[in-house]
């Protein structure tokens, strides 16, 4: 476990050797607090100013990377100059070229069929829905009493065991979502093509994640860069430092977005 402070100082000594800054950002529980649907969890103007503030340094690049479609992230943060990685890294905005990734036909029949035999399965339950997305779908289980759980992860335990076994799609377990996408798909995928490319040779990357879809992120950049777990320390993940919740992900985006040679206190209390 690495404070706040230690990150920070950290953060810095890497910018003084020279490199620009390369800022992943998971969305919901690192940016944003996990909310009960999706559409709850919804931007403060703070953050949008926060993000603005992180854009326009010249020292810096900020991509926000989800699970979300990409349309969604780019109507929810209208940042000039953040860039974003949506549907797990299989869209794409990097300013100012625009690459993306389209499902093939084929798959999209295959999906529909999986997505039905799983909406049959589960429809004696309360308390899910399944999300359409652009490369695949995901399955929403948060309002779940908790009296079912037992019996629908068994369920869908028996389901995944039958996607798995035709190995043509990979299914991601998040916190009470499961996604159903092409193979292929994953951040850390994403990122070990965005560190391939010549314009981000010399960026030192940093990630925030807090799910388990982070961690082959994690993994990508281990030993190369600064990763943080947004949750609890002890909990499983290849990151290589913590900061326990959003809050405090925002306040070390502050620090960065305002380094001490121009932090005018507006953002920034002294603590003592
Ligand atoms: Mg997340």
Redesign the pocket.
Same mark, same amino acid.
């Given at each position: 476990m690495t404070d706040f402070h230690a990150l920070l100082k950290s953060t810095i000594q890497a910018r003084r050797r020279g490199r620009p800054l390369l800022l992943f950002l !998971?969305? !919901? &529980?690192?940016l944003v607090e996990i909310a009960l649907r999706p559409e709850l969890a919804r931007p403060t103007p703070e953050l949008i100013e926060l993000l603005n503030r992180l854009a326009v340094r010249a020292d810096l690049k900020a991509m926000v990377i989800s699970g979300r479609p990409l349309w969604e992230l780019q109507e929810m943060l209208p940042v000039p100059g953040l860039n974003f990685l949506g549907s797990h890294g299989g869209e794409a905005f990097i300013s100012p070229c625009l690459h993306s990734q389209q499902v093939v036909a084929a798959d999209k029949d295959d999906l529909l069929h999986w997505r039905s035999r799983l909406e049959a399965r589960l429809q004696t339950f309360p308390g899910w829905w399944i999300e359409d997305k652009p490369l695949g779908f995901a399955l929403h289980y948060r309002q779940l009493p908790e009296e079912y759980l037992h019996e629908f992860l068994a369920i869908l335990n028996r389901w995944q065991e039958q996607v798995r076994s035709e190995k043509r799609f990979q299914l991601l377990a998040g916190k009470k979502v499961l996604e159903m996408l092409p193979q292929g798909i994953s951040k850390g995928a994403a990122i070990n093509e965005i560190l391939s490319l010549p314009s981000f040779s010399r960026y030192f990357p940093i990630y925030l &994640? !807090?799910?388990i879809t !982070?961690e082959s992120a994690f993994r990508i950049l281990q030993g190369q860069g600064l990763t943080i777990k947004v949750g609890h320390p002890g909990s499983k993940t290849a990151a290589s430092h913590f900061l326990p919740d959003p809050e405090a992900v925002r306040h070390f985006l502050n620090a960065l977005a305002f380094p001490l040679e121009d932090r005018n206190g507006k953002y920034f209390k002294s603590s003592g």
């Open positions: !998971d969305y !919901d &529980g690192t &994640g !807090d799910d !982070d």
